[in-house]
């Protein structure tokens, strides 16, 4: 892996633990929530796509772009309202290594079996690592209902399947189909953000309120959520997926170590071996 890609994915790493982190704090917000950081990111980056359009050489094919871009909006919105909902029902240090686990164990299956990548033996053994982590964090046998709560679970297997399908969609778009990341990114936010306004109009008072009582979170996600995302979409230009989804991963721990020192969940010993062993098996699966 190049130097400049690590580096990148490192970045990205740090951000999105530090995003999520502000998504947990707002819970409830649900699909408003969801909703108000899309938005906020479409307005911040559409000046910054426009000017590299206007400026820039790159002149993308515009049937294909718009396919994969409303490709990938669909993905991601799911993937919001997933994870929010998660956030809603669970703890931090279940639901985020659960789905930043599950995202990377999809994202080689499948690029194993659909996209003819030949695993080696340190991935086979990075994919048991990540099974055995899933199960620590998940499974607490001497805690009264054998663990954490169910909706914690299904709802960090559901947000990495979601990830695991964005993650497939868009190496394929900014790989194969060699889409400009930053324009491609753009567009997905402002369709993520249509998709989403009528929900949001419907609800305009409740808008109104998450705005009021959580404007830094709304505008922390909107932020570094497409800061870390676009730094994952220029390493994927140069690194294969088998790669990029497991490195990024880093996040687990860090994440796992905000919510114990943050937000003071319980349980913090195990949840945290558990986010370090996903993350051994993800740095196996990386170096195979």
């Not at 620590?136 to 954490?148: D, K, R, T």
């Not at 998709?195 to 709304?218: D, F, I, S, V």
């Not at 390493?235 to 088998?242: D, F, H, Y």
């Amino acid at each position: 892996m190049h130097a400049g890609s690590l580096a990148l994915l490192l970045g990205a790493a740090v951000l999105h633990a530090a995003w999520n982190f502000a998504a947990k704090r707002v819970g409830a917000g649900g699909a408003v929530f969801v909703w108000c950081y899309y938005t906020a990111s479409a307005v911040l980056c559409l000046p910054v796509a426009a000017g590299s359009l206007l400026l820039g050489s790159v002149r993308p094919d515009w049937g294909w772009w718009s396919a994969a871009a409303l490709g990938t909006a669909v993905l991601h919105v799911g993937y919001g309202l997933i994870l929010q909902r998660g956030y809603a029902v669970g703890d931090m240090s279940v639901v985020y290594p659960l789905a930043r686990g599950t995202g990377p164990l999809l994202s080689v299956a499948v690029a194993v079996l659909l996209l003819g990548e030949h695993p080696q033996a340190v991935q086979i053994a990075g994919v048991a690592a990540v099974v055995l982590g899933v199960g620590v964090i998940s499974v607490n046998p001497a805690a009264a209902g054998g663990g954490p709560r169910v909706g914690s679970v299904v709802h960090g297997v559901l947000t990495g399947a979601a990830i695991a399908g964005y993650t497939l969609w868009d190496d394929h778009s900014v790989g194969t189909l060699a889409m400009p990341p930053l324009l491609y990114f753009t567009a997905g936010c402002v369709l993520q953000s249509a998709l989403l306004t009528p929900y949001a109009m419907a609800r305009r008072r409740e808008a109104a309120r998450l705005w009021r009582t959580h404007r830094r979170e709304t505008l922390v996600v909107a932020v570094l959520s497409p800061l870390a995302y676009l730094f994952v979409l220029f390493a994927m230009r140069t690194t294969p997926v088998s790669v990029v989804a497991p490195v990024r991963e880093l996040s687990i721990v860090i994440g796992s170590l905000v919510a114990w020192r943050v937000l003071g969940e319980p349980h913090p010993v195990r949840r945290l071996v558990g986010a370090a062993i996903v993350l051994t098996g993800i740095v196996g699966i990386a170096l195979g």
